[in-house]
């Protein structure tokens, strides 16, 4: 089903291993952010009769710029938006856009915010509505649920820093991040912290949407300060030893 949104829809289309494609309707139109592959969101697109408006990219993987030239082969109108600085990495980007950037797409307000840390040259897309019951958030691979992205190219400083970024953001904020990591990041946490309620009672939710084949995505960032050690690390040591104790635990 889509969740609406006040004045517009956002779907997941799950794809490769772990990785979520949203797709933003309004109207007869479309925006896809990140699109891994582009067969799965192809047909989506054609069985709803919806025509691909633009294609937002938060980074240069190619789980998440893989799909773009396809789609862009069959709808070639659609604008590819993403970091200057990343002319030479996303060649086919047609809009170019830098940190503070805001700009109109879909009858909405878009700003963009430069989240470093798992790349060097990583943007979040995040989208405001006047009297709106909730904001909107595109972090691409630095926020998940219950968890940040690793740091392939940035440094914990970087990641620190964005994700202080994004926590200035309003609680209400629902965050569409780029992979099904949520129920594997709460295990971890609960390693640390076994005794934390929060963290408990959200894997409880989170278990029962996946066995039920549901998304566990979006969250909130309500929810991320509760539950998301990373996001609530007070200081870049904390933040630092957390990232490393994740990156070397086994489920």
Not at 97 to 114: A, C, G, P, T, Y
Not at 132 to 151: E, H, M, Q, V
Request: charged share 25%.
């Amino acid at each position: 089903m889509l969740e609406k949104k006040s004045e517009f829809t956002i779907h997941p289309i799950a794809v490769l291993q772990d990785n979520i494609v949203w797709v933003w309707v309004h109207n007869c139109n479309a925006v896809v952010v990140d699109p891994s592959i582009s067969g799965p969101v192809e047909k989506w697109l054609l069985e709803k009769k919806l025509s691909l408006k633009a294609i937002l990219q938060t980074h240069h993987h190619d789980d998440h710029i893989g799909g773009t030239q396809k789609l862009l082969n069959r709808w070639p109108e659609a604008r590819v938006i993403a970091s200057k600085k990343e002319l030479k990495r996303i060649p086919f980007q047609t809009f170019s856009v830098s940190d503070n950037d805001i700009f109109n797409l879909m009858d909405s307000e878009i700003k963009v915010i430069e989240v470093h840390g798992h790349t060097n040259n990583h943007i979040a897309f995040y989208i405001s509505k006047e009297n709106a019951k909730c904001n909107i958030l595109f972090p691409g691979d630095t926020i998940f649920g219950g968890g940040c992205g690793r740091l392939l190219e940035g440094t914990p400083v970087q990641m620190f820093e964005s994700l202080y970024k994004l926590n200035s953001l309003p609680e209400n904020t629902k965050i569409y991040s780029a992979h099904e990591y949520t129920e594997s990041n709460l295990k971890w946490a609960l390693t640390l912290e076994p005794d934390n309620i929060y963290i408990t009672e959200r894997l409880k939710l989170i278990q029962n949407k996946r066995q039920k084949g549901m998304s566990s995505l979006p969250s909130t960032l309500l929810e991320e300060r509760k539950t998301n050690l990373f996001l609530i690390a007070e200081n870049i040591e904390k933040f630092t030893m957390l990232r490393r104790h994740k990156d070397s635990w086994k489920c």
